[in-house]
């Protein structure tokens, strides 16, 4: 007689399995809580959904009761979508049916993620391969809680602004926004508004007539319109000009567009979702973007963090675009050495997602043996660490070996970065309280955009200490003078020695050099 199913935790996801011999594969599941490892094996099948009978169940209110089954058959495993009402999604594509997976090949089960762990065998870098979730990773805090509020907006109306530096996947967001959303079914239209002169922008949004202007041979509908029952991604909304702006704020007005050339409106059915890496409302205090359109934009702001404030997504990253790099350039390289993984690990990652992503295939393209090593690396991310042109990544390097070294030597270690950090949220903590959390007036106080001002909010400790200030000195001003007051202390305790103040301070000598100069204390 068969036992009855019993519920098991695993790292955080409920999970109904039988106890059977080694598995074959594992399922690598991204979900709300985490990220999970489920073993799948030879002629058994598992079913992810949100309740009982199913055996995988993550919390999220987008999946139906019984969403898709996974099973292995002699090798090979398989996905069937179940009727589920929001999807079971590939490659951006819904799947009818049910078919073969590759390893590292993401599946999207409203805000989950399950792909194949591939057996990587004697590797010099452990850990499973994770999946893919558009083109970023569900690992971190951050990353989870924005998920978390993408499950909960999507199947929303609400327009959505999307925030976060180059490259960080804000346009990933938006595709998640769009496949679970009830407009899944329908078309996704994008626009670069930075990418088209001003001449071109409204026509490419709203279409035109023939003959509209030179060069308008035919009739053309644009974005909205070929958009009609689905969602328009705006990309770098901020470089909209202003006559665009106005024509943009009409149609989220009135649900209407009107072709460039025609006197003609047109009804369109559309969401519309917004990314910017600018400071929105910072141009609208200037003058440069349009306070009403900002507000129609802004329903929910979502904020993607970036690359170097999410490091434990940056391995599982790399796995995802390794596996992404081979199939594209055929290619059979199993991932980083682990020296070559440090030092990806190390830096810091100004062009975020993207350009890991980059340099990634650079490396699987390049690399002579089985795994890529540091010298499969562009000089960006590998350059040598006693280069006088020391990359980003050394430098974040030698300020690790620079504080070791100087609580070895008995030194205090001030750590310029992180004291700065604390000032900073020191003064804001200091004006909320000062003007009854009211962060307009306290923005007002210090001297920053009340975006900039939210935005730091977001990012900081729920507690700490406040910072005595008197309003009417610009925020950075007085960071600034805190600042030079740690580097006077620094270069006091070190009797004017650059080289023992940097290590003091954990910053390299040469930014430090840099300081004096900047302030005459050289």
Same mark, same amino acid.
């Given at each position: 007689?068969?036992?009855?199913?019993?519920?098991?935790?695993?790292?955080?996801?409920?999970?109904?399995?039988?106890?059977?011999?080694?598995?074959?594969?594992?399922?690598?599941? @991204?979900?709300?809580?985490?990220?999970?490892?489920?073993?799948?094996?030879?002629?058994?099948?598992?079913?992810?959904?949100?309740?009982?009978?199913?055996?995988?169940?993550?919390?999220?209110?987008?999946?139906?009761?019984?969403?898709?089954?996974?099973?292995?058959?002699?090798?090979?495993?398989?996905?069937?979508?179940?009727?589920?009402?929001?999807?079971?999604?590939?490659?951006?594509?819904?799947?009818?049916?049910?078919?073969?997976?590759?390893?590292?090949?993401?599946?999207?089960?409203?805000?989950?993620?399950?792909?194949?762990?591939?057996?990587?065998?004697?590797?010099?870098?452990?850990?499973?391969?994770?999946?893919?979730?558009?083109?970023?990773?569900?690992?971190?805090?951050?990353?989870?809680?924005?998920?978390?509020?993408?499950?909960?907006?999507?199947?929303?109306?609400?327009?959505?602004?999307?925030?976060?530096?180059?490259?960080?996947?804000?346009?990933?967001?938006?595709?998640?926004?769009?496949?679970?959303?009830? !407009? @899944?079914?329908?078309?996704?239209?994008?626009?670069?508004?930075?990418?088209?002169?001003?001449?071109?922008?409204?026509?490419?949004?709203?279409?035109?007539?023939?003959?509209?202007?030179?060069?308008?041979?035919?009739?053309?509908?644009?974005?909205?319109?070929?958009?009609?029952?689905?969602?328009?991604?705006?990309?770098?909304?901020?470089?909209?000009?202003?006559?665009?702006?106005?024509?943009?704020?009409?149609?989220?007005?009135?649900?209407?567009?009107?072709?460039?050339?025609?006197?003609?409106?047109?009804?369109?059915? %559309?969401?519309?979702?917004?990314?910017?890496?600018?400071?929105?409302?910072?141009?609208?205090?200037?003058?440069?973007?349009?306070?009403?359109?900002?507000?129609?934009?802004?329903?929910?702001?979502?904020?993607?963090?970036?690359?170097?404030?999410?490091?434990?997504?940056?391995?599982?990253?790399?796995?995802?675009?390794?596996?992404?790099?081979?199939?594209?350039?055929?290619?059979?390289?199993?991932?980083?050495?682990?020296? @070559?993984?440090?030092?990806?690990?190390?830096?810091?990652?100004?062009?975020?997602?993207?350009?890991?992503?980059? %340099?990634?295939?650079?490396?699987?393209?390049?690399?002579?043996?089985?795994?890529?090593?540091?010298?499969?690396?562009?000089?960006?991310?590998?350059?040598?660490?006693?280069?006088?042109?020391?990359?980003?990544?050394?430098?974040?390097?030698?300020?690790?070996?620079?504080?070791?070294?100087?609580?070895?030597?008995?030194?205090?270690?001030?750590?310029?970065?992180?004291?700065?950090?604390?000032?900073?949220?020191?003064?804001?903590?200091?004006?909320?309280?000062?003007?009854?959390?009211?962060?307009?007036? @306290?923005?007002?106080?210090?001297?920053?955009?009340?975006?900039?001002?939210?935005?730091?909010?977001?990012?900081?400790?729920?507690?700490?200490?406040?910072?005595?200030?008197?309003?009417?000195?610009?925020?950075?001003?007085?960071?600034?003078?805190?600042?030079? !007051?740690?580097?006077?202390?620094?270069?006091?305790?070190?009797?004017?020695?650059?080289?023992?103040?940097?290590?003091?301070?954990?910053?390299?000598?040469?930014?430090?050099?840099?300081?004096?100069?900047?302030?005459?204390?050289?």
């Amino acid at each position: 007689m068969a036992s009855e199913p019993r519920d098991t935790i695993v790292e955080g996801l409920t999970y109904d399995g039988e106890p059977l011999a080694t598995p074959s594969v594992n399922l690598v599941v @991204a979900h709300r809580d985490g990220l999970s490892t489920v073993p799948l094996h030879e002629g058994h099948g598992l079913v992810v959904g949100r309740e009982p009978p199913a055996h995988i169940r993550p919390r999220s209110r987008r999946l139906s009761r019984r969403h898709a089954r996974f099973v292995l058959e002699e090798g090979a495993v398989y996905v069937e979508d179940l009727g589920s009402t929001n999807g079971t999604w590939i490659a951006g594509r819904r799947l009818h049916g049910r078919m073969a997976l590759a390893p590292g090949v993401e599946v999207r089960l409203g805000s989950v993620s399950i792909s194949v762990g591939e057996d990587r065998g004697e590797e010099p870098v452990g850990g499973a391969a994770r999946p893919e979730v558009g083109a970023t990773v569900v690992v971190s805090p951050g990353m989870v809680r924005l998920y978390d509020t993408i499950d909960r907006v999507a199947s929303s109306q609400l327009s959505v602004l999307i925030c976060g530096e180059t490259g960080t996947g804000k346009e990933v967001v938006a595709r998640a926004i769009h496949e679970g959303s009830p !407009r @899944a079914g329908g078309p996704m239209r994008s626009i670069n508004c930075g990418a088209l002169p001003g001449t071109l922008i409204e026509s490419t949004l709203f279409g035109h007539e023939r003959g509209a202007f030179t060069g308008a041979d035919q009739r053309r509908s644009g974005v909205f319109e070929e958009a009609h029952g689905g969602t328009v991604l705006l990309d770098e909304v901020g470089e909209l000009s202003g006559p665009a702006q106005a024509a943009l704020l009409r149609v989220l007005e009135t649900r209407k567009v009107q072709r460039v050339g025609s006197t003609e409106e047109i009804p369109v059915d %559309v969401r519309v979702l917004a990314a910017t890496h600018r400071d929105l409302q910072a141009m609208c205090d200037a003058g440069s973007f349009r306070v009403d359109l900002m507000y129609r934009l802004n329903s929910v702001t979502l904020d993607v963090p970036p690359l170097r404030h999410r490091t434990e997504e940056i391995e599982p990253l790399i796995d995802v675009f390794v596996a992404q790099a081979n199939a594209a350039n055929g290619r059979s390289v199993r991932g980083p050495t682990g020296p @070559a993984l440090e030092r990806l690990r190390h830096y810091p990652w100004p062009g975020n997602v993207r350009e890991l992503r980059n %340099v990634v295939e650079r490396a699987v393209v390049v690399a002579t043996g089985p795994w890529f090593g540091i010298e499969d690396l562009p000089s960006s991310v590998g350059g040598d660490e006693d280069s006088q042109d020391a990359t980003p990544a050394m430098a974040h390097r030698h300020t690790e070996i620079e504080s070791v070294e100087a609580v070895r030597r008995g030194l205090q270690v001030l750590d310029l970065k992180q004291r700065v950090q604390d000032f900073e949220e020191g003064v804001i903590r200091a004006a909320l309280a000062r003007a009854g959390q009211n962060q307009t007036r @306290a923005a007002e106080l210090i001297g920053i955009p009340r975006r900039t001002l939210v935005y730091r909010i977001r990012a900081m400790e729920s507690e700490g200490p406040l910072v005595s200030f008197e309003p009417g000195v610009p925020f950075r001003t007085r960071v600034e003078a805190f600042e030079r !007051r740690l580097v006077e202390e620094a270069m006091a305790r070190a009797g004017g020695d650059v080289a023992t103040a940097a290590q003091m301070l954990s910053v390299q000598k040469r930014t430090l050099q840099s300081r004096l100069r900047r302030w005459s204390m050289a």
